[in-house]
């Protein structure tokens, strides 16, 4: 059965680091577009971060350019996200997920996890 897991969540002072961790079973991790979406409280889903399957570029929202970087041990099927300079307007509930492609990472993915919260906040 396809799971994906994330950890790392957490509350956290601006300006501080994160690092989220997700694993996945049952499928492999290279046979998709993999990366992060997150959802703010009454906000729509938004992609943070994919890394495409047909060049395995990574692909970065403007809203995260050069503060968030992905990384992916497909081997291990572990994928990571670690977040700089954080800042209150970060906060929302992330996902690893999959998808066909990277534009359907947050609006229509295969597989994703329960979500890990993270709250930036003084």
């Known amino acids: 059965q396809e799971q994906m897991v994330e950890s790392g969540g957490g509350l956290v002072q601006p300006g501080s680091s994160l690092r989220l961790s997700c694993t996945g079973s049952?499928?492999?991790?290279?046979?998709?577009?993999i990366g992060w979406f997150r959802q703010a409280p009454g906000k729509q889903r938004e992609a943070v971060v994919c890394?495409?399957?047909?060049?395995?570029?990574?692909y970065y929202g403007d809203a995260v350019k050069d503060r968030f970087a992905i990384y992916v041990d497909a081997a291990k099927n572990f994928l990571g996200l670690n977040m700089n300079s954080l800042q209150p307007n970060v906060t929302a509930v992330y996902y690893c997920?999959?998808?066909?492609?990277?534009?359907?990472?947050?609006?229509?993915?295969?597989?994703w996890g329960q979500g890990t919260q993270v709250t930036v906040s003084s």
């Open positions: 890394i495409s399957s047909s060049d395995r570029l990574a």
């Open positions: 997920a999959t998808a066909l492609s990277c534009p359907l990472l947050s609006s229509d993915p295969l597989y």
């Open positions: 049952g499928f492999r991790f290279d046979d998709y577009s």
